[in-house]
């Protein structure tokens, strides 16, 4: 990526301003910087600096966003469980595809049903009665409980 290997778009104008951006990957401080990557300023930096506190916590709520979309995506495509194997040009498109994928699903599920499928309804919620305590004991008590 940073050898100008992996195509980024074209810099563009953010929604509603006139303002032209580069497209960017949110990293962590363990990262470079770059122009395609941005990273908090270090924790000496930011306690210094309020403005600096604020966009190191904006960039990590940025963060959180992104991997709360990515684990939904895996909650329903099981694939991503787990290390792909595959061509990156293959493993690109199979993200693409089940991104586009997930957002038909979610938008059909959205015109049968209230609210969305990952909601927990305490309504369904029923308590199950077939397992074994397992407060008490010692040795392997936790092993022979399966």
Request: hydrophobic share 35%.
């Amino acid at each position: 990526m940073l050898g100008g290997t992996f195509r980024f778009p074209e810099d563009s104008a953010l929604p509603g301003s006139y303002i032209i951006v580069p497209h960017i990957i949110v990293s962590y401080e363990a990262f470079r910087l770059h122009k395609h990557i941005m990273k908090p300023f270090s924790r000496k930096a930011s306690r210094e600096d309020d403005s600096k506190k604020n966009f190191n916590y904006r960039l990590s709520r940025a963060r959180r966003v992104t991997e709360n979309a990515f684990g939904l995506l895996s909650q329903i495509f099981r694939v991503f469980y787990q290390p792909i194997y595959i061509q990156i040009t293959t493993c690109d498109d199979l993200i693409w595809i089940a991104c586009c994928l997930h957002n038909m699903l979610r938008d059909a599920y959205m015109g049968n049903n209230k609210r969305p499928f990952y909601v927990l309804d305490s309504e369904q919620i029923e308590p199950t009665n077939n397992m074994i305590s397992m407060t008490r004991g010692g040795g392997f008590y936790t092993i022979e409980g399966f």
